[in-house]
């Protein structure tokens, strides 16, 4: 449950609670918080771009509080004048700090020999847009573009998408794990296996993450996309080509 919902189930509005005007205004923030959410996890408070405005950061959930913690918003900042999203950046690093705590030894990955960049995919291996993605993998090789496949099943843990994750997994070395895939997505049965495992882990961080269906990429500066996007058109995009 994000940090949003838990707001609106204690219905807040605009208002969290009073505090003493001599806190400062990180302390008053923390207990207006802590005080509708006690278990909220504040990764971080820093002045937002606008005067009066604090940012919050909880994980990967930005909000904005006044410096007296009585109010909030969640929403993006933009700087009309520079046509910036000022609040995309911070999350983008909130999301590259929680992938690289992971590490590519706990991921699947297919790679070209010389990548230009890396996206790093949850994956549902029952999904079929995540399959129509799978079988252009040799064309995002051909883009240089190095997929690390995290496992994001839909149906939860104990689902048929979730054992074949398991097994993917348990296939052997990341080469072994890649051909199970590969097998896995385009329909054929592979064999059942189990071990230890991080399909639990990519779970969680999906959650984390705040995702809604798969495939998710996540690209090597944060960038959270949605969906599917083709091989040429996501590798114009990593390129930061126009109308890509």
């Known amino acids: 449950m994000t940090i949003f919902r838990h707001f609106a189930l204690a219905a807040t509005t605009l208002a969290l609670t009073t505090t003493l005007a001599a806190a400062s205004p990180e302390q008053a923030i923390r207990k207006a918080l802590k005080g509708v959410v006690p278990d909220m996890e504040i990764t971080n408070i820093q002045p937002a771009p606008i005067a009066g405005l604090y940012e919050v950061m909880a994980g990967t959930d930005l909000m904005y509080v006044t410096a007296d913690g009585r109010y909030f918003m969640s929403g993006h900042i933009v700087d009309l004048t520079d046509r910036k999203d000022l609040t995309e950046p911070r999350l983008a690093e909130a999301r590259k700090r929680l992938l690289d705590k992971v590490g590519e030894s706990e991921m699947v990955v297919f790679s070209p020999e010389k990548p230009k960049h890396t996206i790093s995919v949850f994956t549902d291996i029952e999904c079929g847009y995540c399959r129509k993605l799978h079988s252009q993998i040799a064309d995002y090789e051909k883009e240089g573009i190095r997929v690390q496949y995290l496992f994001f099943p839909r149906a939860g843990k104990g689902s048929p998408a979730y054992e074949e994750a398991v097994s993917v997994w ?20 592979i064999e059942a296996k189990t071990c230890a495992n991080p399909v639990d882990a990519h779970m969680a961080l999906g959650n984390d993450l705040g995702l809604r269906g798969t495939p998710a990429i996540l690209t090597d ?24």
């Open 170 to 189: 348990c296939a052997g070395d990341n080469e072994a794990r890649g051909t199970a895939m590969t097998k896995a997505k385009s329909g054929q049965q």
């Open 221 to 244: 500066t944060g960038e959270l996309i949605p969906g599917y996007v083709a091989p040429k058109q996501l590798a114009a995009r990593l390129n930061g080509d126009v109308g890509s």
